[in-house]
């Protein structure tokens, strides 16, 4: 069985992030929401549609992310975007927070996310 790309939980991403982006445009943030919202959602988000991705092109399908990989994801995350993007680029600032909720998404998307999809299509 294939699974879905826009299921209930990307469709939070997705709509956590417009909304936060929109909140930005308009001059009107909210500083919890704005400032990690999004990097909380990030690695499920990308988690999610690199699986859908695999899913729909591969003829296995079902496919576990091991907790490791997650993890090391969401490091690699935190490195790239809170300590070496800010050296070269204005547009990102360094926050220890940030990668406390890349950490904090990761394990979302293993325990809540992923869990999902094995209990709705193993």
Same mark, same amino acid.
Request: charged content about 20%; overall charge positive; hydrophobic content about 50%.
């Given at each position: 069985?294939? @699974?879905? =790309?826009? $299921?209930?939980?990307?469709?939070?991403?997705? =709509?956590?992030?417009?909304?936060?982006? @929109?909140?930005?445009?308009?001059?009107?943030?909210?500083? @919890? =929401? #704005? #400032?990690? =919202?999004? $990097?909380?959602?990030?690695?499920?988000f990308i988690f999610h549609l690199s699986y859908y991705l695999h899913n729909l092109c591969s003829k296995c399908n079902f496919y576990i992310y091991p907790k490791r990989i997650i993890l090391l994801i969401a490091l690699i995350c935190g490195i790239l975007f809170e300590f070496i993007l800010p050296c070269f680029n204005s547009n990102y600032t360094a926050d220890i927070f940030d990668i406390i909720f890349y950490f904090l998404g990761a394990l979302f998307y293993n325990f809540i996310h992923q869990n999902y999809y094995i209990n709705k299509y193993s």
């Open positions: 069985m294939k @699974i879905r =790309l826009c $299921d209930k939980y990307f469709r939070m991403y997705v =709509l956590s992030w417009s909304c936060v982006h @929109i909140l930005r445009f308009l001059k009107f943030p909210i500083p @919890i =929401l #704005n #400032n990690w =919202l999004t $990097d909380f959602f990030f690695i499920p």
